[in-house]
């Protein structure tokens, strides 16, 4: 949860710019606004990738104690009888 207080903060912090940039068209403001936005997105990006792997790394030790129960739990499979003519 600690990367999303980070994420919430930055966003925070650059509430006064876009009003400064928006509202009073102050070009310095701007530019801050954009290496906020910057941040944003790689900070983005690193969270993405965070995710991704832990999510990846507990899905596959659930997998591999899986597939031991799954063969032996599913049963020899039988041969159809042949149908007979009429």
Request: proline share 5%.
């Amino acid at each position: 949860m600690n990367n999303f207080g980070k994420l919430k903060d930055l966003v925070m912090s650059l509430e006064d710019d876009f009003s400064k940039f928006y509202d009073k068209q102050n070009a310095a403001a701007g530019t801050r606004v954009r290496k906020g936005m910057q941040e944003l997105k790689t900070m983005a990006q690193a969270f993405r990738t965070e995710v991704q792997n832990t999510k990846n790394a507990g899905a596959a030790a659930p997998a591999a104690k899986a597939a031991p129960a799954a063969k032996k739990a599913a049963p020899a499979a039988k041969k159809a009888a042949p149908a007979k003519k009429k």
